[in-house]
């Protein structure tokens, strides 16, 4: 029995190994033949001098389809001609799993698959390092995450994901059979994270899939994403969620510059650390910046696609990547949104990351009367909110919180094209599988 490893750890001197992983590539040239073996660290090459190999191990071992699986063990070798410095003489090896050709995405090819067919075919799209980094990033960054949340207090908990209500209502829902009922897929964790708050439970974080039944067919909205949500008791303003939220993307930010540096480079993506504070601009300042720049938006409207780029250029000129977008009216926002009295604004923002927002939040109504007062403004009807109202009842804090959508945060640290290359599965109108 010889000892198993993988790529990244053969070295010179350890004598017979295992190894195993995908056949990546044969190259026969006659007299020797090498074979790139690629298991999750890297590639390592299999070489094969005929004269000096068993002729049914060579026989067997060059006429393997590409993708195979194999086991295979071999004395190591020095080598000045690989990049790990080694290489492995193979005596015997064992085909775990034949690959059927030809393959339906090329693993090495230089020719680049249009998305639609990586994402038929992500099992193969995965097997590419520089594919496979951006899921290895976006598992540090959740754990970089997790790491900020937590030394600042933060519970984690978990909310239902089905329910018979929205958050906001409206037609963004996914409704499913539940038994004899009619039930909805949530859209954000948003009503439970403050009927938390009622309990004493004083800063809760949830990481968890948020589902939207969503027509547009655009880069940046998907049915299914996750949200990173985080709701706080006792802030006196909606500024010290906006602290919170920069202290965390700071910390995602500068950990993942360092942990994430192999996978980067692989990517050939490099991040910048805005320096802080980031900086905060109003709604109505953006709404001059939106119209100085050739639209024509009136007090009140959603920025939109075009005004959130024209804002995202204004600021790149000023060498600012992140930035918030605060006051928002509060006619564009929802019920639980805390209105700035004596004003149409509200006490809500969004951060806005290259000219597309990856998070809204904001302090939230905590005094009951004031919050039906909302829900009746906006049309909905409190007795299908009784469930939330009644944590308003009995004795609420002060709050506010957050929802960050965590792919268009990955999408905009690495510049990636489309939301659906930062989602193993991605969930759109039109795909539904795989
Ligand atoms: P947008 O206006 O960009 O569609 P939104 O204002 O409707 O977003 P919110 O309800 O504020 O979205 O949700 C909070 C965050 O969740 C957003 O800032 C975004 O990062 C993320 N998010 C919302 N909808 C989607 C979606 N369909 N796909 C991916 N992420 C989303
Ligand atoms: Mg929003």
């Not at 020797?32 to 001098?49: E, K, N």
């Not at 806005?352 to 829900?375: N, P, W």
Request: with cysteine; glycine share 8%; hydrophobic share 40%.
């Amino acid at each position: 029995m010889c000892e198993i490893r993988d790529s990244s750890t053969v070295k010179v001197g350890d004598g017979v190994v295992t190894v195993k992983g995908w056949v990546q590539d044969i190259r026969n040239l006659g007299g020797i033949s090498f074979i790139a073996l690629r298991d999750r660290y890297g590639v390592i090459q299999l070489t094969l001098p005929k004269k000096k190999i068993d002729p049914e191990l060579f026989g067997s071992i060059t006429k393997l389809s590409r993708e195979s699986v194999i086991s295979v063990t071999g004395e190591v070798k020095e080598s000045n001609q690989t990049e790990l410095g080694v290489e492995i003489i193979p005596s015997a090896f064992v085909l775990e799993s034949e690959a059927a050709v030809p393959l339906p995405l090329g693993v090495i090819d230089k020719v680049s698959a249009e998305l639609d067919t990586r994402l038929n075919n992500r099992f193969m799209d995965v097997r590419k390092p520089e594919v496979k980094a951006i899921f290895e990033l976006k598992s540090m960054m959740v754990e970089l995450i997790e790491e900020a949340v937590r030394s600042n207090g933060f519970t984690q908990v978990y909310t239902p994901k089905i329910g018979a209500a929205g958050a906001e209502g409206g037609a963004e829902l996914f409704k499913v059979k539940y038994f004899e009922k009619d039930a909805y897929l949530a859209q954000s964790p948003q009503l439970y994270k403050q009927i938390l708050m009622s309990t004493g439970l004083d800063r809760v974080f949830e990481i968890g899939p948020a589902f939207r039944a969503e027509h547009s067919n655009t880069n940046r909205h998907v049915t299914e994403f996750i949200s990173f949500d985080g709701e706080m008791s006792w802030i006196e303003n909606e500024e010290q969620v906006m602290a919170m939220i920069e202290e965390i993307i700071d910390h995602v930010l500068k950990g993942l510059k360092e942990k994430g540096a192999k996978q980067l480079a692989l990517l050939g993506k490099e991040i910048t650390v805005p320096a802080r504070p980031y900086p905060i601009l109003t709604y109505s300042e953006c709404l001059k910046i939106v119209n100085d720049g050739g639209l024509d938006l009136k007090e009140g409207d959603d920025l939109g696609t075009e005004g959130e780029k024209i804002v995202g250029d204004h600021m790149a000129a000023k060498g600012c990547d992140l930035y918030f977008i605060a006051e928002y009216p509060e006619e564009a926002k929802p019920f639980y949104i805390m209105e700035k009295d004596g004003t149409p604004y509200s006490f809500s923002f969004d951060l806005d990351y290259r000219g597309q927002e990856i998070s809204s939040g904001g302090q939230r109504e905590h005094r009951y009367d004031k919050l039906v007062a909302r829900m009746e403004k906006k049309g909905l009807d409190p007795k299908d909110f009784g469930f939330y109202l009644d944590a308003f009842k009995y004795g609420m804090p002060p709050h506010g919180g957050w929802g960050i959508g965590i792919e268009r945060l990955l999408v905009k640290m690495l510049d990636l094209s489309n939301i659906r290359e930062a989602i193993l599965f991605p969930r759109d109108p039109a795909r539904l599988a795989p």
